[in-house]
């Protein structure tokens, strides 16, 4: 599948946005993390503002994005539409909250209750999101049970570590922090690894024969229809990936995972600024890393409709 | 609405016969030439006369080789919207846009209510749908919509222009839910198959596979060219000259 860069900046930007807001969203609500304005101010900022990059971004990837509006309506049967519902409707009980917890500097009472509705929020737009894939018969790699977990997971480590960096930046460090985003990038990790060996021993029962519908034997393509590559092909045959596949699993592997880990792993021993700098780089690192991981995710998958080209 | 009808009056559909189809294209000629002021014109075509000529178009004909234990066939393989009783295209679509028709099974996009996402072409496993990058919207199939109800047509031309075009009559059109029709006892007669069945959409259209081979059919291969012997004489010297 072609990775459009809209699309995978949008699911890696709406992914950190939303973890880091739903973990705002428990633990701001509940006092654990303590009403602050200028760390609120700036972690649901930055929160909402990956949602809403994400957001804008993902219209970048449409034919006619004046039209945005229109994909709020199919939600009984559409992923797509139910994550446009969710994304927005999110946003009501994430402003509620920040008002509450950001701007009245409360928590507690109805602002730890928006809180937990904007977390609730967060996590079906993201479950949403993941079903967008999982649901889509034609590419294995993706239909399969690991997608969904997989955006849940990611989500969940990227706004640990984002919220970890945040925290440390405002010298405001608890000691379960790091440890809670060090466990997440390790499960992230462990995910995702289990994702590439199924993916790579994936044996998928359509093949050109059951594509033609010729049986028995092999069937092999003489001759495309066209002489250039269409839209099909453009979309659906991207090949450049796999080539690079192996290295770029290393790149995704040391940046998004190996990297946060080690640092995260530090901070505890070293003295505040240090500590501090060490949680943002293994922020900014893990975002670098997630978006090589989400291209891959796109680039390795592979569509039933190539089989008519011949193409593997 | 892209929830699917629980079940349609009819399932107009296509059938293709793989045996006698020679891969002429021009039902992929007269699908353009029709669609293209049709139902969702234009089918716009990109750079026609330069180096990376790109357009949409709803049939594609492929060639294949096909190799079996009888030995090795050349079948050409018209592909379009197979009108799926299950078509995820329609059920991901986001905004309306793509729909199923209860009264007889086509499945079409309404252009104005499109917003462009693809998504409905990542759904559909057999690339029946291609975007239109000019327009901004996704296009496929209609079945002809605009010619299978036209009464301004005569009768026998109210069928897909696919169909209406093929020279050897490999493509047929009609009401593949009802199984006294001509179209379903013929896919009954030769052992029509639908594509990618596992996948459980349900395709509408069915190919019927290439007959066995007979016994009988005529030899047609050539017998081997014996070397030229040298030739003596006037002949033989008008021969060496010349091919000095």
């Known amino acids: 599948m072609h990775p459009a860069f809209s699309v995978v900046f949008f699911t890696t930007a709406t992914g950190a946005g939303y973890g880091l807001l739903a973990l705002l969203g428990l633990l701001g609500g509940s006092g654990v993390i303590p009403a602050d304005f200028w760390f609120g101010l700036v972690g649901m900022g930055l929160a909402l503002g990956l949602i809403a990059a994400g957001l804008l971004s993902s219209t970048g990837h449409l034919g006619r994005p004046e039209r945005a509006w229109r994909a709020f309506s199919q939600w009984r049967s559409s992923w797509l539409s139910r994550e446009g519902v969710a994304s927005v409707a999110t946003f009501i009980p994430a402003g509620l909250f920040g008002i509450g917890w950001v701007l009245l500097g409360r928590s507690g009472g109805w602002v730890a209750i928006a809180g937990l509705l904007a977390a609730a929020g967060a996590v079906m737009t993201i479950c949403t999101t993941g079903m967008i894939y999982a649901s889509l018969k034609p590419i294995a790699q993706w239909h399969s049970r690991y997608t969904l977990p997989a955006y849940l997971i990611f989500a969940a480590m990227t706004g640990s570590v984002l919220a970890n960096a945040l925290l440390q930046g405002f010298k405001l460090g608890s000691t379960a922090m790091p440890i809670w985003a060090l466990l997440a990038t390790l499960a992230g990790w462990g995910w995702k690894l289990a994702t590439w060996r199924y993916n790579d021993r994936l044996e998928i029962p359509t093949t050109a024969n059951t594509a033609t519908g010729l049986a028995g034997g092999t069937v092999r393509s003489i001759e495309w229809p066209h002489t250039e590559e269409n839209y099909l092909l453009k979309e659906m045959g991207f090949r450049i990936a796999r080539k690079h596949s192996a290295k770029l699993r290393l790149i995704t592997q040391a940046l998004a995972f190996a990297t946060p880990v080690a640092l995260l792993a530090i901070v505890y021993f070293v003295p505040w600024p240090l500590g501090a700098i060490a949680s943002m780089l293994a922020a900014g690192a893990q975002f670098a890393g997630m978006l090589v991981e989400r291209w891959l995710f796109f680039a390795e998958a592979k569509h039933t409709v190539i089989l008519y080209y011949g193409r593997e | 609405?892209?929830?699917?009808?629980?079940?349609?009056?009819?399932?107009?559909?296509?059938?293709?016969?793989?045996?006698?189809?020679?891969?002429?294209?021009?039902?992929?000629?007269?699908?353009?030439?029709?669609?293209?002021?049709?139902?969702?014109?234009?089918?716009?075509?990109?750079?026609?006369?330069?180096?990376?000529?790109?357009?949409?178009?709803?049939?594609?004909?492929?060639?294949?080789?096909?190799?079996?234990?009888?030995?090795?066939?050349?079948?050409?393989?018209?592909?379009?919207?197979?009108?799926?009783?299950?078509?995820?295209?329609?059920?991901?679509?986001?905004?309306?846009?793509?729909?199923?028709?209860?009264?007889?099974?086509?499945?079409?996009?309404?252009?104005?209510?499109?917003?462009?996402?693809?998504?409905?072409?990542?759904?559909?496993?057999?690339?029946?749908?291609?975007?239109?990058?000019?327009?901004?919207?996704?296009?496929?199939?209609?079945?002809?919509?605009?010619?299978?109800?036209?009464?301004?047509?005569?009768?026998?031309?109210?069928?897909?222009?696919?169909?209406?075009?093929?020279?050897?009559?490999?493509?047929?059109?009609?009401?593949?839910?009802?199984?006294?029709?001509?179209i379903s006892q013929l896919v009954e007669e030769r052992g029509g198959v639908a594509l990618m069945p596992e996948l459980g959409y349900k395709p509408t259209n069915r190919y019927l596979p290439p007959r066995a081979r007979s016994e009988r059919a005529a030899k047609v291969d050539a017998a081997a060219l014996e070397p030229i012997k040298a030739e003596g004489g006037f002949l033989g010297w008008i021969d060496r000259m010349l091919s000095n």
């Open chain 2, 1 to 182: 609405m892209t929830c699917l009808p629980a079940r349609t009056e009819k399932k107009l559909g296509l059938v293709i016969d793989l045996d006698t189809c020679v891969g002429c294209q021009a039902c992929v000629t007269a699908c353009k030439e029709w669609n293209t002021g049709g139902h969702m014109a234009p089918l716009t075509d990109i750079d026609p006369y330069g180096g990376h000529v790109d357009g949409v178009w709803f049939n594609r004909v492929h060639s294949y080789e096909h190799t079996t234990e009888q030995g090795d066939r050349t079948v050409n393989f018209p592909r379009s919207c197979l009108h799926c009783e299950q078509p995820a295209c329609v059920t991901v679509c986001p905004t309306g846009a793509s729909y199923k028709r209860a009264s007889d099974g086509i499945v079409l996009v309404d252009e104005d209510k499109c917003i462009g996402c693809k998504l409905c072409s990542w759904a559909c496993p057999y690339g029946a749908r291609e975007f239109d990058t000019d327009v901004g919207v996704m296009k496929k199939c209609t079945l002809c919509v605009d010619r299978i109800y036209n009464d301004n047509l005569a009768e026998e031309d109210r069928v897909p222009a696919c169909v209406a075009a093929c020279p050897t009559s490999a493509r047929h059109f009609g009401d593949l839910g009802d199984p006294a029709s001509a």
